[in-house]
């Protein structure tokens, strides 16, 4: 990999490849949340952990994507990978790292909370003992 004067990895994260990553590890989640859905027995008490999922998981995804956009925005296109966290020179450089983070980690978020909010509306659409 090529590096620049500094030593930041080349070439820098663009916003659709952050998106794109975060987008499929919300997807591969959504594996281990129906595991957890077929896992408990009683149709009411799906119906409830589906909800609260929705709920608390999309809530999280949708502050941590816009902290990451503000983050991302503030560090004013000096956008770096956390291999290249021995290249921070001071605190006010950390920013350049946080941003990709909170974006990616509220994509993730958002995707897990729409499928736990699909999840649930299929679930309260079935017969009560199936």
């Known amino acids: 990999m090529a590096l620049d004067q500094d030593g930041v990895t080349l070439p820098r994260l663009r916003p659709t490849d952050v998106a794109r990553r975060g987008v499929i590890f919300g997807l591969l989640g959504v594996v281990p949340l129906v595991v957890a ?28 994507l816009v902290v990451g956009a503000g983050f991302w925005w503030a560090s004013a296109g000096d956008i770096r990978r956390l291999r290249d966290w021995r290249t921070i020179t001071g605190q006010a450089a950390s920013v350049t790292l946080v941003g990709p983070v909170f974006l990616r980690s509220g994509l993730f978020l958002l995707v897990l909370g729409a499928a736990a909010y699909g999840l649930y509306h299929l679930v309260d659409a079935a017969p009560y003992d199936s």
Do not use: P, Q, Y
């Not at 009683?42 to 119906?47: G, K, L, T, V």
């Open 37 to 64: 859905t077929l896992s408990i027995s009683d149709h009411s008490d799906r119906r409830e952990f589906l909800a609260v999922v929705s709920g608390l998981v999309g809530v999280f995804g949708a502050g941590s």
